[in-house]
């Protein structure tokens, strides 16, 4: 998969359709507490700052998750679409939202001291505590 590729995708129900660039084939994993009560279990999504167009807007709810993001979702069929900072170039999309999806590659994990001892990943990947994911954006 080269870099700036653009990906498709869509909600369940096809009422929100995303087309975005990632920056790299990297999946980013979270394993906040909020990102695991969101979805069930750890986030994967790929970084896409503002390289999103998103198609059906009117049908997208957006739910203030923190003082600094947002997570947006198909008001229709309930699927998760975007984990958004407030300022700043970032949108994290989930992996699962993409139509194609083999060429994609398990990069780094975040909130790693949150992650629970009941499940875990066998790729080598960078390893951020909440601490260091918070220092990144300190200066911005």
Known sequence: MEMGTEHHGACLCGAVRVTAKPKSPGIGVCHCSMCRKWGGGP????ECETS???EGVEQ?????????????FCRK???HLFYRLKEGPLYAIPVGLFDDGDEWRLAEQIFIEKKP?????????KNLTGEEVFAQYAGD
């Open 43 to 46: 986030l994967l999504a790929v």
């Open 52 to 54: 999103v167009h998103i």
């Open 60 to 72: 997208i709810s957006i739910f203030d998750s923190s003082q600094r993001a947002e997570r947006g």
């Open 77 to 79: 069929c309930g699927t």
């Open 117 to 125: 001892s009941f499940y875990s990943f066998s790729e080598k990947t």
